[in-house]
């Protein structure tokens, strides 16, 4: 049975960690949701870790819903969050109702995400209000990278702490059902959980958070351009790659691959006949 917003919001009330990671294909998504992974993001990510741009900015709302019905498609369990990309929420509340409506109808996801706090708050009321679930993300938001100045830790002095405090209450009390918090000191991260009660969803945030996303390129190891601080590497498939791709090159260019198991046969008289 799919993994729903119930499910996550009770999660929280029974204290149980909750696991989340991105995807963005058919054949990840499939394997991510037969792992047992609660819920799936089909992050703007995909932009660096997918498409090779150096921020999350060029993404457009046809390339995430694209990806968005891949993954839809290759799960049945995990509750899968379409993320809102850069301007698709921004100039109005129709705006912002129109393109999360589009994750639910046209790709099939269960729940949005988009970026930003009290600023966003009338726009998550309205899209809620729609039956749209929204989850909330807050901290270093890499839609507004170029406004921080580069990957830099969010919330370190008073007044950043309290404004991501006040960003985090403002999202609950406008109905998202989970907020994720990037890039975050742990010990404000772990405060902010405890002073909500909708879940919130570390990367970067640490080990105080109810659940955790990573960036499933991080995590196995395939996307070598940048490795974040917060991401470990449980596999080393760029290594994997390599090696099985350096092998294929070798077996074709001295004639060891294809083999007799890897060809097609044919009646040998339809040959002669062909070959007189
Ligand atoms: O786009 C993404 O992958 C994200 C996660 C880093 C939370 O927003």
Redesign the pocket.
Known sequence: MRVTVNTIREMKQKGEKISML?AYDYVTAQIIDEAGIHMI?V????GMVVLGYQT?IPVTLEVMLHHSKAVVRGTKNALVVG?MPFMTYHVSIEDAMRNAARFIQEAGCQAV?LEGGVTVADKVRRVVDCGIPVMG?IGLT?QSIHAFGGHKIQGKTPEAAKSLLEDAIALEQAGIFAL?M?TVPAPLATLITKKINIPTIG?GAGAGCDGQ?Q?INDILGSYTDFVPKHAKQYAKLANIMSNAISQYRDEVTTGKFPTEANSFPMDESVLKDLDR
């Open positions: 991105t993001l992050g703007d990510s995909l999350t993320d995400k993300h890499p994720v990037e990367i996303v960036v």
